[in-house]
């Protein structure tokens, strides 16, 4: 997360582009173990997407206002601290429990919003400001989507990542996670592929070929070399599978789709040995846009949004050099092919949808019916 320094917010409070807003003044006058509570409360609002969650509430229920947006917010609240303090972490003053609102605990934030309203007993708690990333209402002193700078927040699909990674780690080790944030890890986390197996014989390939699952290093000399006095040897090193990932994103892919391929990718880099050189990340829709190594301090920004065309992510990847081994291409399935396979292997990863894959949900032509994945590619379904 950014932070941002500023004098116009009570305490902390957090933007749906993940950016948490701290007053210096509040910062200055509580203890820094409450202070850690706060920030795990802010950063509680964001992984549970409680933003997105307020809009689709004010629309279900009907709701309109910066009041209604405030007992979102209160709403939240108690989804986040009926079951968040203790075990290390102190109870902040002045925050909300369901108690306060003379309700039950373990609810979600939905359920808490139709059980109770504003009134002259809640005025005492105008106050509360956790900002857009809590209610979804945008305030005047928050930056936007844009920012300063790029904005320094997150993108849709790195927020998704994180919560993958939460979401991961809780349900590692269950037995310490309170109860609401273990059902909310169950719900949030869907394993990646497994990429390992998927690019084992990638991997096998690689370490057989003469001259291409290693290569000398003198990291580690060769044991020989102690029968040659004052000459290093350099030893035989392995070396892991080039993977080229061709990432779907038309306008036919959805954000939690993209979040899907980041994670997907990922997994990949950990499947490839961990080593961010031997693994590349291809934007395309109908045109093939910068290839980004994992190792790459700018991150995986996927930059698309037209029409699709994975020809050109293929082509482009194979006059990459040094040639990848493996092209894993994550899209939805709504493309046309390449005639002939390419001469490395290949894995499709396809988004699951509910509908039938055709270009007929985009461009309204029912008789331009994509060929399905080619029967020379390894076909699995992600999510």
């Known amino acids: 997360m950014h932070v941002v320094e500023s004098s116009r917010v009570p305490t902390m409070a957090v933007d749906r582009q993940w950016r948490c807003y701290v007053s210096p003044a509040f910062v200055d006058r ?16 964001l992984l549970r997407d409680h ?6 509430a004010m629309r279900a229920l009907d709701l309109d206002g910066p009041g209604d947006r405030l007992r979102i917010n209160l709403a939240a609240d ?9 075990d290390g972490l102190v109870e902040p003053a002045g925050a909300i429990y369901p108690k306060t609102l003379h309700l039950e605990d373990g609810q979600l934030m939905e359920d808490y919003l139709r059980q109770f ?8 708690l105008v106050w509360l400001e956790c900002g857009s990333g809590a209610d979804g209402l945008e305030r005047e002193w928050e930056f936007g989507p844009d920012g300063p700078d790029g904005g320094h927040g997150l993108s849709d699909q790195e927020r998704d990542l994180v919560r993958f990674r939460v979401a991961q780690g809780i349900l590692g080790n269950p037995g310490r996670a309170p109860a609401g944030w273990r059902r909310w890890a169950e719900e949030a986390f869907h394993p990646p592929q497994p990429w390992r197996q ?7 390939s690689t370490l057989a070929a003469a001259g291409a699952g290693e290569d000398y290093s003198h990291g580690r000399p060769a044991r020989r070399s ?15 599978p080039r993977v080229t990932v061709v990432v779907d994103t038309s306008g036919s892919v959805s954000d939690s789709e993209l ?17 961010r050189e031997s693994v590349s990340v291809l934007s395309c829709d109908a045109a093939a846009r ?3 190594q994992a190792a790459d301090g700018s991150g995986w920004a996927l930059i698309g949004g037209g029409g699709t065309d994975l020809r050109t992510g293929f082509a482009t990847a194979l006059k990459r050099r040094p040639a990848p081994d493996v092209i894993v291409a994550l899209t939805d399935g709504q493309t046309p092919w390449p005639s002939t396979p390419p001469p490395c292997r290949t894995v499709i990863g396809l988004f699951p949808r509910r509908f039938p894959r055709t270009r007929w949900n985009m461009e309204g032509d029912p008789d331009d019916v994509p060929d399905g994945p080619p029967d020379w590619a390894k076909v699995v379904t992600l999510g």
């Open 290 to 292: 910068a290839v980004r």
């Open 78 to 86: 108690c989804e986040i601290n009926d079951d968040a303090f203790g």
């Open 259 to 275: 979040g899907t391929a980041l994670l997907e990718t990922a997994a990949i880099l950990h499947a490839a040995g961990g080593r």
């Open 198 to 204: 998927l690019l084992g014989a990638a991997i096998r």
């Open 117 to 124: 309203s504003l009134g002259t007993r809640y005025q005492h």
């Open 226 to 240: 102690s029968s040659l006095p004052g000459i290093v040897l350099p030893s035989l090193r392995r070396r892991p």
């Open 30 to 45: 509580t203890p820094e173990e409450e202070l850690a509570s706060v920030w795990v409360h802010e950063v509680s609002h």
């Open 51 to 56: 933003a997105r969650r307020g809009d689709l």
